[in-house]
């Protein structure tokens, strides 16, 4: 092992031999040193829910996964992704970065989502490359990238490097009849509850995986079930909870976006009763599908435990990002920079954290990966995240902690009108009934968001009025008043400036943590 590494945390298992302790020693540190560079570190799983909010009580269904991962560990009450859309944030999970660094910028082939320029750039330094060097037994399961699989992406053939068992989603979120890549070879699925449906094969096939490990070898598994992501397929015993469930109509819902940028001016408030329907009923569909992913971490919880293998393996619980649901009468949706959209849970539990812990300290979705590596004992490589591990494990390592952080979101738009909303003219896209429309290429922003100090979010407009949005949390939680107008120059100087560093920031500029005037 070279002793430029990092030191993992101390792995807890059980030991005994029938050897003299001298030749058992030597036995074990040449197994170290010969078989597993990583010998000694403890195993890691992350669970990677999809589209779960936790403003508007996304965690609420998710009863045994508090109890098992937030009460045994801590839960990060200040979690945010740094780019509210699956894959640039997904793409942030895997490598680290901003997204102005890894150049995924929404959900299509054209925004560089599993792209062949992905493929051939940041995927091949992404988490599960670094892993394999410290011979983790590496595992996916799920919905990888939105564009995975397809034709230009490669189809099913193409499995990322650094993963040794693979059984990814080819294409988005599906509960029934998809496909997988099952380490590169397709594996169709049809519409059988027990044989198919997505979160249970998931949870299956992990389970398959730890039956099968190598004892002595640690393992890394991630886990990416489809919920609480559109089509809400729910498993047949939970189509019937929450019926009386609506979303909740307090703070943002149902308000005027009308101090606000372009796209969020143009919903018709108040919302019309159809759409209140339509999110009333996505809400509930949300909720259910998430009772299955409940049910994948009570029983993921109990195999560790039962395998002995639970005290010395860290379990992550996070989402990719946050979710709406009326909010400034958007029916549902995300990509926008409010905190309804932006913060996720994330909860972890493992050797050294110590159960019940609320961490108020901010943290990234582009700190899991120097995070998990941290933990591996791996050498960090250059990251814009930074490791959070002496947040929660402060007896394991010290670091420092971010007082602010950037978001960033490329809009999208199509080059013309959609047919069922003529009038709304080009450059939007994913409307929703009554013409609602989610995304626009003006929708392009830039934010600071700091918690240390001053509780406040600074956000820059890629667009033709240069708009500027300003909030003061403390005051005004639910973003309702834009005080852009209100503040002292010299602090919306000073914000402009960080958010100038930010958006060119890479690697360790990106902890700088200092916002001049503040």
């Given at each position: 092992m070279a002793y430029s590494e990092r030191t993992p945390p101390p792995r807890h298992a059980q030991t005994g031999s029938s050897l003299c302790p001298a030749v058992s020693l030597l036995l074990v540190l040449f197994t170290c040193n010969v078989r597993y560079a990583a010998c000694g570190a403890s195993n890691i799983v992350l669970i990677l829910s999809d589209d779960q909010d936790v403003e508007l009580g996304g965690m609420t269904p998710m009863k045994k996964t508090k109890l098992l991962i937030g009460d045994a560990g801590a839960?990060?009450?200040?979690?945010?992704?740094?780019?509210?859309?699956?894959?640039?944030?997904?793409?942030?999970?895997?490598?680290?970065?901003?997204?102005?660094?890894?150049?995924?910028?929404?959900?299509?082939?054209?925004?560089?989502?599993?792209?062949?320029?992905?493929?051939k750039g940041p995927e091949t330094l992404a988490l599960p490359v670094y892993l394999s060097k410290r011979k983790y037994r590496t595992f996916f399961a799920g919905k990888y990238l939105e564009q995975y699989g397809t034709k230009e992406a490669?189809?099913?053939?193409?499995?990322?490097?650094?993963?040794?068992?693979?059984?990814?989603?080819?294409?988005?979120?599906?509960?029934?009849?998809?496909?997988?890549?099952?380490?590169?070879?397709?594996?169709?699925?049809?519409?059988?509850y027990e044989k198919d449906y997505f979160t249970d094969l998931i949870l299956n096939r992990s389970l398959e995986f730890l039956d099968k490990r190598s004892l002595g070898q640690p393992f890394f598994m991630m886990l990416s079930p489809p919920a609480a992501h559109a089509p809400w397929t729910a498993a047949p015993q939970y189509q019937k909870e929450f019926s009386d469930v609506k979303a909740p109509r307090d703070g943002s819902f149902n308000k005027p976006g009308k101090d606000k940028h372009w796209l969020l001016r143009q919903p018709p408030n108040p919302m019309a009763g159809s759409s209140m329907d339509f999110l009333d009923d996505a809400y509930r569909k949300r909720w259910q599908t998430l009772l299955s992913v409940d049910d994948m971490v009570e029983k993921l919880v109990k195999k560790l435990e039962?395998?002995?293998?639970?005290?010395?393996?860290?379990?992550?619980?996070?989402?990719?990002?946050?979710?709406?649901?009326?909010?400034?009468?958007?029916?549902?949706?995300?990509?926008?920079?409010?905190?309804?959209?932006?913060?996720?849970?994330?909860?972890?539990?493992?050797?050294?954290?110590?159960?019940?812990?609320?961490?108020?300290?901010?943290?990234?979705?582009?700190?899991?990966?120097?995070?998990?590596?941290?933990?591996s004992g791996s050498d960090l490589p250059i990251m814009d995240g930074q490791s959070f591990l002496s947040q929660m494990a402060p007896s394991l390592r010290s670091g420092p902690s971010r007082s602010c952080f950037l978001v960033e979101h490329t809009g999208e738009g199509s080059p013309v009108p959609d047919p069922a909303c003529p009038k709304l003219g080009c450059g939007l896209s994913h409307c929703l009934p009554n013409c609602v429309c989610e995304d626009s290429y003006n929708n392009t922003y830039a934010c600071v968001r700091t918690l240390v100090g001053i509780n406040l979010q600074y956000c820059e407009f890629s667009d033709n009025e240069s708009f500027v949005e300003v909030y003061n949390l403390t005051s005004d939680l639910s973003q309702l008043v834009n005080i852009v107008k209100k503040v002292d120059p010299a602090l919306l100087q000073a914000m402009n400036q960080h958010l100038i560093k930010l958006q060119s920031c890479a690697g360790s500029s990106c902890h700088d943590n200092g916002i001049n005037g503040l």
């Open positions: 839960t990060f009450s200040n979690a945010y992704t740094a780019t509210a859309l699956g894959c640039p944030s997904r793409s942030s999970i895997l490598t680290g970065n901003y997204p102005h660094n890894h150049a995924v910028r929404n959900d299509s082939l054209a925004g560089n989502c599993s792209s062949p320029l992905w493929q490669g189809e099913f053939a193409h499995v990322p490097p650094g993963w040794d068992l693979w059984h990814a989603l080819v294409g988005d979120t599906k509960y029934y009849n998809y496909s997988l890549s099952v380490n590169g070879k397709e594996e169709k699925h049809g519409d059988s039962d395998l002995k293998e639970l005290n010395n393996t860290y379990i992550f619980y996070a989402s990719d990002n946050g979710f709406h649901a009326g909010q400034f009468s958007l029916p549902i949706d995300k990509r926008q920079l409010y905190e309804f959209d932006i913060r996720v849970p994330l909860m972890v539990r493992g050797p050294g954290i110590a159960p019940k812990q609320i961490v108020k300290a901010p943290v990234l979705n582009i700190d899991l990966a120097p995070t998990i590596l941290d933990i």
